[in-house]
């Protein structure tokens, strides 16, 4: 996972959270005095009776569910099938170089290329595993044919 989308989750869950505040809490503070002759309060203005707390814990939890737990679980995978990669594999880089490793080093790989091209990549740099053709089919897109006359 990049850091671009981790911080466009973690941006998009602040701006749900502050929108949430500003709709909930403004009619709480917009109420009347009730001109100070002692009566009763007024009852609770707002969705769901005022229960603010309540509102804000469900937000936080839908945001979590929704957004937070599924990147942190792709994140895992990543991670997980980053360090069972060994000689021998053959990997997408986020290049679009398919290629086999043919050294694994602390922090690179080394991946053999078409006709002896061999790079040196960084582990964040694989993209993904690759098996068969079909994985491979799936990962890159179609080339572009353009049509002759």
């Not at 602040?14 to 949430?20: D, F, I, S």
């Not at 002692?38 to 929704?66: C, D, E, H, K, T």
């Not at 790989?109 to 089919?137: C, Q, R």
């Amino acid at each position: 996972m990049s850091i671009s989308k981790i911080k466009s989750t973690v941006f998009t869950a602040l701006t749900l959270t502050a929108t949430t505040v500003a709709f909930f809490a403004l009619p709480i503070f917009a109420q009347q005095d009730g001109g100070g002759d002692g009566g009763a309060p007024p009852p609770p203005q707002g969705p769901f009776g005022g229960s603010f707390l309540f509102i804000m814990a469900a937000m936080f939890a839908i945001i979590y569910f929704f957004m937070i737990r599924p990147e942190q679980k792709k994140q895992k995978e990543r991670q997980k099938m980053l360090s069972a990669l060994k000689k021998g594999d053959k990997v997408l880089t986020i290049g679009g170089i398919v290629g086999v490793i043919t050294l694994v080093k602390d922090s690179t790989y080394i991946v053999k290329s078409g006709e002896g091209a061999t790079l040196e990549v960084t582990k964040s740099a694989i993209s993904s595993l690759i098996n068969d053709d079909k994985a491979l089919a799936a990962e890159t897109p179609a080339p572009d044919v353009k049509e002759s006359k």
